[in-house]
């Protein structure tokens, strides 16, 4: 979903099949990568405007949408594996390269499911958006460990490192170009948007031509660089994959609120999808600096800025609406750019980190078998269900909404951390 993200570079677990020997061409990842990400990251991340705009969604109903969001991309994290290699032995055609143009074309076309309903049939037909999402969710949390088995495969080292430093600048700068894409016709249109995102999908297919039928060996891990580096950097990996999942599950919270906070700071329409791509933009700068400077490796303060920074960012982009009462609504407007902008610097460092120290680790097989994937998507519900929890409390028991949503993060934070903490001793422990 990202796109999700990779987390890893970690190879998707692949068909029980000979791996191709030819390394794909390193622009041809990109450009499937670029053209998947304006499509799954627009949809993923913006699909609560667009839902707002088409269906007149409101906030309890994107959170229940996101909910729904996060329990069908954790199916797809976790049936990946299995059902490609189940599909392999039944079928001798079907290669991976096969598999990850149907994802594509699958996306495609229940993209125009919505947009095909509003125009041959009379009504609001929400319920079409609620079966896309349900086919998005998995196909995403499918398509992307995939796509990342064709980036990593026959790749070791510096040649990875760089390519992985492209990869995400890649994605990055295509979900915040997505945004704003789509910001100007949201409002007017927002199912031809979601139709034209779709056919994205189909074209991204294309230069899947350029793909070999499987993803090449991966090359295997060097122990000796390995065993060389820090002792620290064990330790640092172990931080970095507590501190992902924990961002993960303030984005699933945070994507579905700007729709109501830019409502509530009277954001004009064509604006408030620029407004809320704001946490998006440092990330493709940390992106590039962080591939460039490498000033930051083996440095504890990189964990410790990267929470600090997500969390304050989110409570403060929370907060914001609340608080135009004291500071106006402009400085309400300036407290959200602020909290978003803080929120994605934190989010980008953990990020990065976490994909860093597990390929100087040499642990990138790990999560292979999509325990990690499966994580964030616990994270992408249970940010929403938190968020559908405030808003079905807050009147009920005379509490603001947004101190329900902080309580309720605060509780789901210290759950995943708990998890995520006992999942990276257990792997050690292996």
């Not at 294309?206 to 950097?233: I, Q, T």
Request: charged fraction near 10%; charge should be positive; proline fraction near 6%.
């Amino acid at each position: 979903m990202r796109p999700p993200p990779p987390t890893t570079t970690a190879p998707a677990p692949e068909p029980d099949r000979r791996a191709s020997g030819r390394r794909t061409p390193l622009w041809a990842v990109l450009a499937v990568t670029f053209l998947g990400s304006i499509g799954t990251g627009a949809v993923a991340n913006g699909v609560f405007f667009l839902a707002e705009s088409a269906y007149g969604f409101d906030k309890a109903q994107n959170f229940q949408l996101g909910v729904w969001m996060g329990i069908t991309y954790i199916a797809g994290a976790l049936a990946i594996g299995p059902l490609l290699r189940a599909a392999a032995r039944r079928f001798d055609w079907l290669s991976t390269r096969a598999a990850l143009g149907a994802l594509l074309v699958l996306v495609g076309l229940v993209c125009q499911i919505p947009p095909a309903a509003g125009w041959l049939l009379a009504g609001e037909h929400a319920w079409t958006l609620w079966l896309s999402v349900g086919v998005f969710g998995p196909a995403t949390g499918a398509f992307w460990p995939i796509c990342e088995s064709y980036l990593s495969g026959a790749r070791r080292g510096e040649r990875l490192r760089s390519a992985v430093g492209r990869f995400n600048i890649t994605w990055a700068s295509a979900v915040v170009l997505s945004y704003w894409l789509m910001a100007p016709v949201v409002e007017g249109s927002p199912l031809l948007v979601l139709a034209l995102l779709g056919l994205v999908h189909v074209v991204a297919a294309v230069v899947l031509l350029w793909f070999p039928a499987e993803p090449a060996a991966h090359a295997p891990e060097d122990d000796k660089a390995s065993e060389s580096n820090p002792a620290s950097y064990r330790r640092l990996l172990t931080v970095f994959r507590v501190l992902l999942p924990l961002s993960y599950v303030l984005l699933a919270a945070l994507n579905p609120f700007l729709v109501a906070a830019t409502a509530a700071l009277q954001i004009e329409p064509g604006w408030k999808m620029l407004l809320a791509s704001m946490w998006m933009l440092p990330r493709v700068v940390l992106f590039f600096a962080f591939e460039r400077w490498h000033g930051w490796h083996g440095r504890w303060w990189m964990p410790i800025a990267a929470g600090a920074l997500f969390v304050a960012g989110f409570a403060l982009a929370v907060l914001a609406p609340g608080l135009q009462d004291v500071a106006g609504r402009t400085g309400g407007i300036a407290l959200l750019v602020v909290g978003l902008v803080a929120y994605g610097t934190g989010m980008s460092m953990a990020y990065v980190g976490a994909l860093y120290y597990v390929l100087e680790v040499g642990e990138a097989q790990v999560d292979a078998g999509g325990s990690h994937e499966a994580l964030i998507g616990v994270g992408y519900t249970l940010g929403p269900a938190c968020g559908l929890l405030a808003v079905l409390g807050a009147d009920r028991l005379g509490v603001s909404f947004e101190t329900l949503l902080l309580v309720g993060i605060g509780a789901s934070c210290l759950g995943v951390a708990a998890i995520a903490g006992l999942l990276s001793i257990s792997r050690r422990a292996r």
